[in-house]
Nanobody
Framework: HVQLVESGGGSVQAGGPLTLTCDASGYTYRHYCMGWFCQAPGREREGVAVIYSTGGNTFYAEYVKGRFTISRDNDKNTAYLQMNSLKPEDAAVYYC??????????WGQGTQVTVS
């Protein structure tokens, strides 16, 4: 079965970097788009970045463009979200997700990012 496990969250000072990792298993990783989403307290879960299966196309929410980079290693079944210049408003639980059809039906458990 599909498993997605995020890691790398933690506490960071504003302006600092943090890299999240998503380890995937239970399916043919290279066949599917991957996405990163976040959810702050009291807010809806929202998309942060998406990367196509080959890694050749990426898309970002406007508020992270130029600061965050999504990438993937299809040999390691891993996706990454490199976050730079973090702001207090970036604090949230970050989730990785696997695409299926026109949605993201598979989700990890999330990793907390705190920015002070």
């Amino acid at each position: 079965h599909v498993q997605l496990v995020e890691s790398g969250g933690g506490s960071v000072q504003a302006g600092g970097p943090l890299t999240l990792t998503c380890d995937a298993s239970g399916y043919t990783y290279r066949h599917y788009c991957m996405g990163w989403f976040c959810q702050a307290p009291g807010r809806e879960r929202e998309g942060v970045a998406v990367i196509y299966s080959t890694g050749g196309n990426t898309f970002y929410a406007e508020y992270v463009k130029g600061r965050f980079t999504i990438s993937r290693d299809n040999d390691k079944n891993t996706a990454y979200l490199q976050m730079n210049s973090l702001k207090p408003e970036d604090a949230a639980v970050y989730y990785c997700a696997r695409a299926g059809g026109w949605s993201f039906p598979y989700w990890g458990q999330g990793t907390q990012v705190t920015v002070s």
